[in-house]
């Protein structure tokens, strides 16, 4: 029902699921972990909203470590993204928005791409001085790959400042990792600070 991105179709199958709940679970998980908030994560807010409040949980994470939201990082930039990360922004426990995946990333690692989504998660606590396995913060992968909206974001909204010298596990800080990747812009954002 959530693939066919058909609000009808959803409220169908969640009507079928209030009258056998007793059969069939609204966290039900499909061979890779992941349950149909996963998987409306990437399509449609209004299906993420009609499963949340149905019941759905934003925290269960899929076999790879990832809940919901980094699903929606994971997806193609759409004017929906925005509004399918408010949506999982304002559910009850917000635990789910610094998750790190197997790779120690949290979901706004996924989401560097896009400045508008990083700028919602940030102010809904997602915290920038979580590292991933190779010691990295999401400033040093904004750095990496050249999103300086994002990191100005961060830079702007963001209270841990020593997140912009954090050294990751090859000793690099964010301005290393900028000026390594030839990113200009990253590299004078970082260079205008204290």
Do not use: Y
Request: net charge negative; proline share 3%.
């Amino acid at each position: 029902a959530v693939e066919s991105q058909v609000d009808s179709g959803l409220v169908a199958a969640l009507r079928i699921w209030k009258r056998c709940s007793d059969q069939m679970k609204i966290n039900q998980v499909n061979v890779w972990g992941e349950t149909a908030v996963h998987i409306a994560s990437c399509l449609s807010a209004s299906c993420v909203k009609l499963l949340l409040d149905a019941g759905a949980d934003p925290n269960v994470q899929d076999e790879n470590g990832q809940v919901a939201l980094h699903f929606a990082g994971l997806s193609a930039q759409s004017a929906e993204r925005p509004k399918i990360v408010s949506v999982l922004c304002r559910t009850e426990n917000t635990t789910h928005i610094n998750t790190q995946d197997s790779n120690g990333r949290t979901p706004i690692f996924d989401f560097l791409d896009d400045a508008d989504c990083v700028q919602i998660l940030l102010q809904h606590g997602a915290r920038v001085d979580i590292m991933d396995d190779s010691g990295q913060n999401p400033l040093h992968h904004a750095c990496i790959h050249g999103e300086d909206a994002s990191l100005q974001a961060i830079l702007k909204l963001s209270s841990c400042a020593d997140a912009a010298v954090t050294r990751d596990n090859n000793g690099n800080t964010p301005l290393i990792e900028a000026l390594s990747n030839s990113q200009v812009e990253c590299a004078m954002t970082l260079l205008r600070l204290d």
